[in-house]
Structure formats: C-alpha cells, structure tokens
C-alpha cells in the first residue's frame, strides 16, 4: 500500500520529536531541493549553522514534494519566504523534501 501525504508527514515529524519533543517548532526547518546534501552544506556555510538530525526523502515529482513541504509547514515546521519562490524557466525539479534542527556553530 503507498503511503500518504499525511503518512510520510508523521515520519518527519516522527523523526523530530525523537531529538525533540517539542518539534515541530522554529527550530526545525523544512525545505525541498534537488540536491539535499549540497543544500545542507549551503544552509551550514550561508547561516553558520549545523544542520542538526537532517532527514530527506525523494519523492516522484515537485509538486508531490511541494505539497509535503507545505504540510509540514502547517505542522510548525519553520521555512524560508524564499524557499516558498517558484523557479521559472530551466532547473532541476526539487523533489527531495528535508527537514533539520538548526544549531548554531558555537553551540554543535
């Protein structure tokens, strides 16, 4: 049986309340990608912090993943406004959804 929107959403958050059992919450951070380790490193080097308990999932299409992500936002996932931006024209679909816990550096 495929699982749900609903059933993969219970995973991240499964996965997030086993390091937090407050999460989801504003320390948590759900976003989607086609590449999900080089956008960890983005997301480390560009805000100077760890990605903490990083968790992703390929789904079939952008738009299914698109759909998580706005889901898990509901959740109380946090997410950039710019994460939210549709690209047009040329890129590869983002159909990696992720989430982690941001740690700052000095505190990893």
Not at 8 to 29: C, G, L, M, R
Not at 31 to 36: L, M
Not at 73 to 97: A, C, M, Q, T, W
């Amino acid at each position: 049986m495929a699982m749900t929107i609903d059933d993969v959403a219970e995973k991240f958050i499964d996965h997030a309340q086993s390091y937090d059992k407050t999460a989801p919450n504003k320390n948590w951070y759900v976003g989607i990608t086609s590449n999900p380790e080089a956008r960890k490193k983005r997301h480390e080097d560009e805000k100077d912090i760890k990605c903490k308990h990083f968790k992703y999932m390929e789904f079939k299409n952008e738009a299914i993943a698109r759909e998580l992500e706005q889901k898990l936002k509901r959740y109380g996932f946090s997410i950039s406004p710019k994460d939210l931006l549709i690209l047009e024209g040329k890129h590869k679909p983002k159909n990696h959804v992720y989430i982690y816990q941001a740690v700052s550096s000095r505190q990893a």
